[in-house]
C-alpha cells in the first residue's frame, strides 16, 4: 500500500468518526434541553410557596424523564456498543445532570438518597458496563455531589418559606452522605473537587442549623418527626 492510499483511508476513518461525533452532538443538545426544563419545573420548589407544590412538581419531572429515557434511546443508536468510553466525554455532563435530577426528584419524594440502580432505572439505563450504554459510578458520585450543593440552598430557602424542621432533617442527610464520601478514596480529579464542595455545603448547612437553634426555632414538630 502506498503513503497515499495509507493517508486516504486514514482519511475516510476520520471523516466517518466526526459523522459519528456530530450524530452524537445533536442528540445531546436535545438532552441538554430536556434536562434544563426538568431543572427549571423543579427550581420553583425554592420559592416561598414551593413546597407546597413539591408533589405536583416532581410528577412534572418525572413525565420529562420518559423524554430523557427515549432521547438516550436514541443515543444508544449512535455509536458502536463497545466503544462507550470513546465517546463518554460528548455526553458525560448531561449524563452528571440528570443524574443530579434523577436524585434530586427522589429526595424531594421521599428525603432519602437515591441509588445508582434507581438512577438507571429512571433514565433507561444499565448499572453493569458490560450490558452496554451504562451509568458510570463516578458520573452517579458527580450527580449525588450536584444535589448536596441543591439542598444547601434548599435549607436556607427553608427558613424563609417559614419551613425549619426542613433544615434539620437536610442537615442529618447531608452529614451522612459526607461519612459516606470520607470511606472513597477519590482518584478523579473533577470528583474530588467537587467533594471538597461538599465541605462548603455541610459548613453551610450547619450555619443555617445553628442559626435556627440559636433563635428556638429547632423544635422538630410532631408531624415531622417520622420523616
Given at each position: 500500500?502506498?503513503?497515499?492510499?495509507?493517508?486516504?483511508?486514514i482519511q475516510?476513518?476520520?471523516?466517518?468518526?466526526?459523522?459519528?461525533?456530530?450524530?452524537?452532538?445533536?442528540?445531546?443538545?436535545?438532552l441538554?434541553?430536556?434536562?434544563r426544563?426538568?431543572?427549571?419545573?423543579?427550581?420553583?420548589?425554592?420559592q416561598?410557596?414551593?413546597?407546597?407544590?413539591?408533589?405536583?412538581?416532581c410528577?412534572r419531572a418525572?413525565?420529562?424523564?420518559?423524554?430523557?429515557?427515549?432521547?438516550?434511546?436514541?443515543?444508544?443508536?449512535?455509536f458502536?456498543?463497545?466503544?462507550y468510553?470513546?465517546?463518554?466525554?460528548?455526553?458525560?455532563?448531561v449524563?452528571?445532570?440528570?443524574?443530579?435530577?434523577?436524585?434530586?426528584?427522589?429526595?424531594?419524594?421521599?428525603?432519602?438518597?437515591?441509588?445508582?440502580?434507581?438512577?438507571?432505572e429512571?433514565?433507561g439505563?444499565?448499572?453493569?458496563r458490560?450490558?452496554?450504554?451504562?451509568l458510570?459510578?463516578?458520573?452517579?458520585?458527580?450527580?449525588?455531589?450536584i444535589?448536596a450543593?441543591?439542598?444547601?440552598?434548599?435549607?436556607?430557602?427553608?427558613?424563609?418559606?417559614?419551613?425549619?424542621?426542613?433544615?434539620?432533617?437536610?442537615?442529618?442527610?447531608?452529614?451522612?452522605?459526607d461519612s459516606?464520601?470520607?470511606?472513597?478514596?477519590?482518584?478523579?480529579?473533577?470528583?474530588?473537587?467537587?467533594?471538597d464542595?461538599?465541605?462548603?455545603?455541610v459548613?453551610?448547612?450547619?450555619?443555617?442549623?445553628?442559626?435556627l437553634?440559636?433563635?428556638g426555632?429547632?423544635?422538630?414538630p410532631?408531624?415531622?418527626?417520622?420523616?
Open positions: 500500500m502506498s503513503v497515499t492510499e495509507m493517508f486516504s483511508n475516510v476513518f476520520l471523516c466517518a468518526d466526526q459523522d459519528i461525533r456530530e450524530d452524537i452532538r445533536k442528540v445531546v443538545q436535545g441538554e434541553q430536556t434536562a426544563e426538568i431543572l427549571t419545573v423543579l427550581q420553583s420548589v425554592h416561598p410557596s414551593g413546597f407546597k407544590e413539591i408533589p405536583s412538581k410528577f418525572r413525565e420529562l424523564f420518559c423524554l430523557v429515557r427515549s432521547q438516550i434511546g436514541d443515543l444508544k443508536t449512535k458502536p456498543v463497545e466503544q468510553y470513546r465517546f463518554h466525554e460528548h455526553w458525560r455532563f449524563l452528571q445532570r440528570v443524574t443530579f435530577l434523577a436524585a434530586f426528584v427522589v429526595y424531594l419524594e421521599s428525603e432519602t438518597l437515591v441509588t445508582r440502580e434507581e438512577v438507571a429512571i433514565l439505563i444499565e448499572v453493569e458490560e450490558k452496554g450504554f451504562h458510570d459510578v463516578e458520573d452517579y458520585l458527580a450527580g449525588v455531589l444535589m450543593s441543591e439542598l444547601s440552598r434548599l435549607a436556607v430557602n427553608s427558613v424563609t418559606a417559614g419551613d425549619y424542621s426542613r433544615p434539620l432533617r437536610i442537615s442529618n442527610f447531608i452529614n451522612e452522605l459516606g464520601f470520607r470511606l472513597l478514596n477519590l482518584k478523579n480529579d473533577p470528583l474530588r473537587k467537587r467533594y464542595g461538599l465541605k462548603y455545603d459548613k453551610k448547612i450547619e450555619e443555617v442549623v445553628y442559626d437553634s440559636i433563635r426555632l429547632t423544635k422538630v410532631e408531624a415531622d418527626k417520622d420523616k
